[in-house]
């Protein structure tokens, strides 16, 4: 089978969009018009996190349709999407991550850990939490946060 048909049978496979929880939009996303280009950075993660948002930007819940796009530099982000406690080794690279994004630059600490460091909480390699090192706009709470709230988190930015 041509990969042309294949696409045409398969149909689309993103879950239908739900309704968007009536947040309001923080002063800073509105101004970037419902496109958030994001940054991910690991600062200590089990990687728990990670697999979720790599769901959240997969086919099925697809955060991309609501205006939230991955990029590969902190230079190109106008969002850190930040997981795990920041680690002793990680702390000066998030620090630095920080200041490389243009402003109005946001921070969204993913997960209890980047929240208040979670179960890794007084480990011996463990700074503290992201605010601890750089301001956080958005928080998403869970052990790890399931896509749907990943996503949702994302369209409180973007407002789509
Ligand atoms: S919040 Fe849970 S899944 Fe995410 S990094 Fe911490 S321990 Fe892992």
């Known amino acids: 089978m041509s990969l042309w048909r294949k696409i045409v049978k398969t149909g689309r496979v993103a879950e239908p969009a739900p309704e968007r929880e009536p947040t309001e939009i923080p002063d800073k996303a509105a101004e ?6 994001i940054r991910h950075v690991d600062a200590g ?16 819940h697809d955060a991309e349709r609501y205006g939230a796009r991955l990029v590969a530099s902190p ?3 106008d ?26 630059r946001m921070v969204v600490a993913l997960g209890d850990c980047a929240r208040d460091c979670g179960i890794f909480k007084g480990a011996y390699g463990v700074v503290g939490a992201v605010s ?15 896509p749907e709230a990943i996503v949702a988190a994302l369209r409180g930015l973007t407002g789509r």
């Open 32 to 37: 970037l018009g419902g496109s958030l280009q």
């Open 45 to 60: 993660s089990c990687n728990g996190c990670e697999v979720e948002i790599a769901a959240a930007f997969g086919p099925v």
């Open 75 to 77: 230079r190109h982000a």
């Open 79 to 104: 969002a850190l999407l930040v997981t795990g406690p920041v680690t002793r080794n990680m702390k000066t690279a998030l620090r630095r991550t920080y200041e490389a994004v243009p402003e109005p």
């Open 132 to 146: 601890d090192v750089v301001p956080v706009d958005v928080e998403v709470p869970g052990c790890p946060p399931p």
